[in-house]
């Protein structure tokens, strides 16, 4: 554990915090992805079915049940819970998704530690992720263009929260590659970078809102 890895795992859970109140606090899910969303119950599925029979720590354990429930508890408060269902607008969220999920799973049956039910959920959970935010990316564009440009205050700090976590975990993994000698993870690393690249136009436009004290807005 170092800092990096530590403000990386508080910026997660702050996303999914930021996100649970809009759901909660705001009765609304306007401008949140479902698919998004329904991709990360599919990652945290697939990484954490350990939970069953690997414990290394408390604080590992804890982390892990609450990324379960709270992303089952998120994608059936947009599907299901009244009157925040009513909110959701699948006109804008029609990214397809098995453009991303078909091609993670090639890549999981191919390139894994080793070749067994578990580590193949796992790579395939690592790939997944790094592409996962596309819907959402999706849907905002899609938003912006019908409110000249704008993109809400929440949906915005939710993403930064994000795809800070993962640019943190990059730098993580470089003070484990130098600090580490027996530290190898090709599969974690190309797809954290990859993860981290697809938020770059997005962290532009974010810090340029913060810094001139305006609502975000995207170019359309």
Known sequence: MNIFRLVGDLLHLASIVILLLQLYGHQSCSGISLKTQGL???????????IFWNFWSIYNWVLKIFFLTS??????????????????????????VWILIIPCFILALFFNVTFTPFEIAWAFSIYLESVAIMPQLHMVQ??????????????????????A???LYVANWVVRYMTEPSYWDPIAWVSGIVQTSLYCDFFYYYVKARYTGKAMELPV
């Open 40 to 50: 990360y119950v599919v990652i945290f599925c697939c990484r954490y079915v350990d």
């Open 71 to 96: 992303s089952i508890t998120i994608v059936y408060w947009m599907k299901y819970k009244s009157p925040i269902n009513k909110t959701y607008d699948q006109r804008l969220d029609d990214f397809q």
């Open 142 to 163: 899609k938003f912006a263009r019908e409110n000249l440009g704008t993109v809400k205050n929440i949906t915005s700090h939710y993403m930064f929260c994000l795809g």
């Open 165 to 167: 976590y993962r640019a």
